[in-house]
């Protein structure tokens, strides 16, 4: 079916009709695709809180309007499609041709606080850049970007939503044939270190500069007219990044495939292939399939955020005159990261602010959980408790020390435990229980799906009917490997 053959959405007269700046900018930058319809779309999951937010409740006039709208087979009001050009280095390799090879963006709204963010499909059909794939997502990697995006935002992390999902009717061949998905995806953008890598290992300044004041123009634009406005964004991205990767620490959280074309200059969590939380705590933790060498380990996060902000240097220094600007802030990256995860950690332990005595605490409280293989999540809320427990000390010489260094604060212990409570979460989207939701979807059965959405919306209160989701997985639910949604 052609884009002119497409069934039309009726005209609804809207301020938040879709636009796409993006398509304002130069043509190599993207290519114009539209959706490849799909055989029989059933809406799965709608987003309509954040649909209001976006100015598209408007949309939902039924499930199967949606269904239609959300899998590619029609497009919303003032929808122009195009599949974003990129290049990224992959495990330390750079790969000069990616792009959007399974994903549309559909255009971009002003939410309800006057920020402009895009809405992007995702498993809609083959593009210029699918490198010969098909374009498609099957139904378990649908299932889990939804559900780890909305886990990640109820947990006050930066990330992109999740508007819409939709089972396709049709089945897609990996392994094994396996129902088809298509998941709507909301972003402040879509930029990412990639896209200024593209166009700077091919020379193309122009562009770079049109994408460096595209991208300042939406995610900072107060910067714009400063004596060094690509300096200055560059120090907002490292700012956003190392904010971000300090916060995926202190939850146990492992992306598992920091590639450069999976970082975005927005500061959000972007792309939920392999990532997982971690259960027990293990510094060196790996989950994704094809990380062999343990690259993007838990305790490499930092050092990897590092890495690809030196990538994005040497593209946006092109646009300045000075490197040793740059240099400068890259050598302030890993102190800085330290100070934001060590003020997290400090929190997280019940103390006001970040300390020698803080420090030393956090530094002692993850060599117990890791020689103990104690549940990382779980044993934050467990030590929370042990503030008015007598007896033998559950967690050894490290909680005397504690409890002494929280009691010489002069706080009283129900104010620390609401602290401490306040920023550990009890629930958070564990291995087994995502894999639980997706088989679940497979055999057409959601319950699980819509319990967790219900549960993860809410992390840090207390669910009694819900407490089994709070629970480690017992040795036969363990999963210790997770994979790319391609």
Known sequence: MSTADRP????????????????????????????????????????????????????????????????????????????????GHQFGYFNRQLGDGRAVLLGDVVDSDGHRRDVQLKGSGRTPFSRGGDGRSS???????????????????????????????EQVLRELPLPGGVFTRVASSHVR??????????????????????????????????????????KHVVDAQVSLVAHWMDLGFIHGVMNTDNTSVSGETIDYGPCAFMDEF????????????????????????????????????????????????????????????????????????????????????????????????????RLADRLDADGDAEFGAFESGWRAAIDAQGRDTATVRTAMNAVNPLFIPRNHQVERAIQGAIDSDLSVFNELRSVLARPFDEQADFADYAKPPVPEERVTRTFCGT
């Open 139 to 169: 139904l378990g990697p649908v299932i889990r970007e939804y559900l780890l995006s909305e886990a990640m935002y109820a947990l006050g992390v930066p990330t992109t939503r999740a508007l819409a999902a939709v089972q396709t009717g």
């Open 8 to 87: 039309s959405v009726e005209t609804i007269i809207s301020p938040s009709s879709l636009q796409n700046s993006y398509a304002s900018l130069p043509e190599p930058m993207y290519a114009r695709v539209a959706p490849v319809p799909v055989a029989a779309p059933t809406l799965l999951a709608w987003n309509a809180p954040l649909a209001e937010e976006l100015g598209l409740a408007h949309l939902a006039t039924s499930d199967d309007a949606l269904a239609e709208l959300f899998s590619g087979n029609r497009l919303p009001e003032g929808a122009e499609p195009i599949a974003l050009a990129y290049a």
């Open 282 to 381: 293990n510094a060196s933790k790996v989950f994704s399939s094809i990380d062999h060498q343990g690259r993007y380990a838990f305790d490499q996060q930092p050092h990897i955020i590092l890495w690809n902000l030196m990538r994005l240097a040497e593209c946006l220094s092109l646009l300045d005159d000075g490197r040793e600007a740059f240099e400068d802030v890259i050598d302030d990256v890993l102190p800085r990261f330290e100070s934001l995860y060590f003020a997290r950690l400090a929190k997280k332990l019940g103390f006001t602010s970040d300390s020698e005595v803080a420090r030393s605490l956090a530094a002692a409280w993850l060599a117990h959980l890791q020689e103990h293989a104690l549940d990382y999540t779980l044993s934050f809320r």
């Open 193 to 234: 270190i990639g896209t200024f890598e593209y166009f700077a290992s091919r020379g193309e300044r122009d562009n770079l500069k049109a994408l460096a004041d595209f991208a300042i123009t939406r995610h900072a634009p107060d910067l714009a007219d400063t004596d060094r406005p690509y300096l200055e964004f560059f």
